[in-house]
């Protein structure tokens, strides 16, 4: 795997991955300014959330579960000090379908949790990671 970033001006920057996406990130000149594009810190929250949602999905999937909407929010905090690390992750997972078994929602998210999800596994060396789920009957 393979990435580039870029300086384009003051707290600007383009990120590239190795399959050419482009995105763009970026940071306040100054507390509470306008922010040019996704810090890399949302970013990886982001990554951890679409790792997992991908597994789960996937999971349920192969599972032949009749999941129809997968969605992910995610709140974190951070450490005071430097480096300011994330110390909690709580993942509210909805997950709709008709007729979809809470029992294997809870599985998916467990092994996604466990042994699937790179990002969130990473994270969890520093982060406490919480889980909550919904199942929404369609």
């Not at 795997?1 to 990130?25: D, N």
């Not at 306040?28 to 999905?57: N, Q, R």
């Amino acid at each position: 795997m393979k990435a580039r970033v870029k300086w384009v001006e003051e707290r600007t920057f383009v990120g590239e991955s190795g399959s050419g996406h482009r995105l763009v990130l970026g940071a306040a000149a100054a507390p509470g300014g306008p922010t040019p594009g996704t810090s890399p810190m949302e970013l990886m929250l982001i990554g951890a959330g679409g790792c997992a949602a991908f597994d789960v999905v996937h999971i349920l999937e192969r599972g032949r579960e009749p999941v129809e909407d997968c969605e992910v929010s995610l709140e974190a905090e951070r450490a005071a000090e430097d480096p300011k690390v994330f110390t909690r992750i709580h993942m509210r997972f909805i997950v709709k379908g008709r007729g979809l078994s809470r029992e294997k929602v809870e599985r998916a998210v467990q092994l996604s949790a466990t042994k699937y999800c790179s990002a969130s596994i990473m994270l969890a060396k520093t982060a406490s990671i919480t889980h909550e789920i919904e199942v929404v009957e369609t």
